[in-house]
């Protein structure tokens, strides 16, 4: 299957800093990226879908200044985490949609466990 | 009504047994449904997609789905303990390119 790559995967940062997540599709070309957060023991939250070249659509309760997204690339998306705070510490994990390839499977990166101190 | 619902369980099984994972999904019109295993502190890994009613069979997973009832399942035959994991469901509903995902079924294989 496809290969999603995230960086980094754990990172610790104090409270007030902001967080840059990547993540790459390593052998297609993702025209769509999806970030997910997740708590401990509760489901993937969907917080935004990001398109190559144009600008991401957020899910309805997250603040799109404080998660900033950019696809700039068919092989990369970054998740800046602007000042970030302990309420924001979860497990982010980005997947990849091939849409080219005609099929509708998302692959997902290894995911980045934030720590906000 | 969740768009997409599962029994949280956990669902508990002796080694060897079959696990069957049930989903049910709201939208009648949805296309593509999928299952992603997920062990704790990891990220999801694809099992199986389906796209038709009926079984579709691989190795020892089997995903059934029943457009009609709405309804996706997975089997899990000769059961083993490193199956141990979260079972998630999603459901594309292709009015956009988004998944729906289930809240996940936690899988317990006994040994």
């Known amino acids: 299957g496809a290969v999603v790559s995230q960086h980094p995967s754990r990172v610790i940062c104090k409270s007030g800093t902001s967080v840059k997540i990547e993540c790459r599709s390593l052998d297609f070309q993702a025209t769509t990226m999806f970030w997910y957060r997740q708590f401990p023991k509760q489901s993937l939250m969907l917080m935004a879908t990001s398109n190559e070249g144009s600008k991401a659509t957020y899910e309805q309760g997250v603040e799109k200044d404080k998660f900033l997204i950019n696809h700039a690339s068919l092989t990369l998306s970054t998740l800046t985490v602007t000042s970030a705070h302990p309420e924001d510490s979860s497990f982010y994990i980005c997947?990849?949609?091939?849409?080219?390839?005609?099929?509708?499977?998302?692959?997902f990166g290894p995911g980045t466990r934030l720590l906000v101190l | 009504q969740k768009e997409v619902e599962q029994n949280s369980g956990p669902l508990s099984v002796p080694e060897g047994a079959i696990a069957s994972l049930n989903c049910t999904y709201s939208d009648r019109g949805s296309q593509s449904f999928f299952w992603y295993r997920q062990y704790s502190g990891k990220s999801p890994e694809l099992i199986m997609s389906i796209y038709s009613n009926g079984d579709q069979e691989d190795g020892r997973f089997t995903a059934q789905l029943n457009k009609a009832s709405q309804y996706v399942s997975l089997l899990i035959r000769d059961s083993q303990p490193s199956d141990s994991a979260t079972y998630l469901c999603?459901?594309?509903?292709?009015?956009?390119?988004?998944?729906?995902f289930g809240p996940g079924t936690r899988l317990s294989v006994l040994p």
């Open positions: 999603a459901v594309n509903n292709n009015y956009g390119q988004n998944f729906v």
């Open positions: 997947s990849a949609h091939d849409r080219l390839a005609g099929g509708e499977t998302q692959y």
